[in-house]
């Protein structure tokens, strides 16, 4: 499941659908993030309409616009505005993996997106995942890198994030 988490940027009590992120408030805002209740990007979004996804280590602040995907075993990949430029990951247990130097995911979700088995987007035709490199990045702005091919022989590449927000396995081992 993947969202774009409150993108006309409301007062976060004000929206309907919670789904898994929930409101904050100025002192919590304040305790995570060091700041004076807004948060750490570029936008200096405030406690307002900022959110907050529960875990059991942990909390994860969300900001306005971020893409929110919810992968098997409650892993949570939170990419946007507000996070690094490489992403932010967290799973239900309050692991954070940050998609940065030396970091990158843990094993345990790689597994999840075995190579040489199809994938496809919603509507789309299937490809087939041939590798995931850069699974423990060394340099800033490398990230964990997806390599696939179509049925055309074309080969592509899409971050790791990405890649898992818009393929599905189709449970066909080639």
């Known amino acids: 499941m993947s969202f774009i988490w409150n993108p006309d940027a409301k007062r976060t009590g004000e929206l309907e659908d919670q789904t898994i992120v929930r409101a904050t408030s100025y002192m919590e805002v304040n305790t995570l993030l060091g700041t004076s209740g807004c948060s750490k990007d570029q936008n200096l979004w405030s406690w307002e309409v900022l959110g907050i996804i529960e ?3 942990g909390r994860l602040v969300v900001c306005p616009g971020d893409l929110v ?5 409650g892993v949570y990949i939170v990419t946007g505005a507000g996070k690094s430029e490489n992403g932010l990951t967290l799973d239900k247990t309050g692991v954070i993996i940050i998609d940065a130097v ?7 979700v790689y597994d999840l997106y075995p190579i040489n088995r199809q ?3 919603p509507g789309g035709l299937p490809y087939t995942l041939l590798a ?3 699974k423990r990045p060394t340099k800033p702005g490398f990230v964990p890198t997806v390599l696939y091919i179509g049925a055309d022989g074309l080969q592509w590449t899409l971050p790791f994030s990405e890649w898992v927000a818009k393929f599905t396995l189709i449970d066909e081992i080639i």
Not at 69 to 73: H, K, N, R, V
């Open 69 to 73: 995907t919810e992968l098997p075993d």
């Open 132 to 134: 995931i490199a850069n």
């Open 102 to 108: 030396g970091i990158g995911h843990p094993d345990s």
């Open 119 to 121: 994938y496809k987007k």
């Open 55 to 57: 875990t059991q280590r």
